[in-house]
């Protein structure tokens, strides 16, 4: 079975451009989650969708950021515009009936 | 504010060594718990997952989990060099649809 898959799964870019990061979920999975992972500040939560709903965007760190999940395979992150504090490695997971989340390869967005 | 911490380690053991993995958390309501191995570049992979109190085995893994004391831990027998990564430990929270990750400990197996 295919698992979480990602693209890009590296992007460079500059200041002020936007970033739209994609994932297609392990098929049947019906929670997707996004996380962002630094060194500094480890595996962040920034928001997580159930049923293509989102349920919790507490972690998305401002405005500049957007997701959407329009259908059960796909979803999107957005950043808008870019800054150099977002570099970054990006992951989506998705989650079953089993409660544990699958990721995906990550995203390394590198924003100069 | 809900938490799950760990020794950032690394921690060090010599191949064939047991290696233990600790884990605290502070919410009493987090029922199932999950340890993700991750290499360095690439993501995390669940190795374990463990929902009642006592100890599951999996192969060389066996996670402990300990709910009086809130601590979950996870024991590599015959450590290999392979088995060298940063391993993350997971919670979810009693009515959170999210799972709580913890910074990580990062193991070293020498040759």
């Known amino acids: 079975d295919a698992g979480v898959i990602q693209s890009p799964r590296h992007e460079v870019t500059e200041m002020g451009q936007e970033v739209t990061l994609r994932c297609k979920p392990i098929s049947g999975h019906n929670s997707l989650f996004w996380y962002r992972q630094t060194m500094m500040r480890g595996l962040e939560l920034l928001i997580y969708?159930?049923?293509?709903?989102?349920?919790?965007d507490s972690g998305m760190p401002e405005d500049r950021f957007s997701a959407k999940m329009p259908n059960a395979s796909f979803s999107t992150l957005k950043i808008q515009p870019s800054e150099p504090r977002d570099s970054a490695v990006y992951f989506c997971a998705s989650r079953g009936t089993d409660l544990a989340q699958y990721f995906g390869p990550g995203t390394r967005l590198t924003v100069l | 504010q809900k938490e799950v911490e760990q020794n950032s380690g690394p921690l060090s053991v010599p191949e064939g060594a047991i290696a233990s993995l600790n884990c605290t958390y502070s919410d009493r309501g987090s029922q199932s718990f999950f340890w993700y191995r991750q290499y360095s570049g690439k993501s995390p992979e669940l190795i374990m997952f463990i929902y009642s109190n006592g100890d599951k085995e999996d192969g060389r893994f066996t996670a402990q989990l300990n709910k009086a004391s809130q601590y979950v831990s996870l024991l590599i027998r015959d450590s290999q060099p392979s088995d060298s990564a940063t391993y993350l430990c997971?919670?979810?929270?009693?009515?959170?649809?999210?799972?709580?990750f913890g910074k990580g400990t990062k193991l070293s197996v020498k040759p």
């Open positions: 997971a919670g979810y929270g009693g009515s959170q649809g999210n799972l709580i």
């Open positions: 969708f159930n049923n293509n709903v989102p349920i919790d």
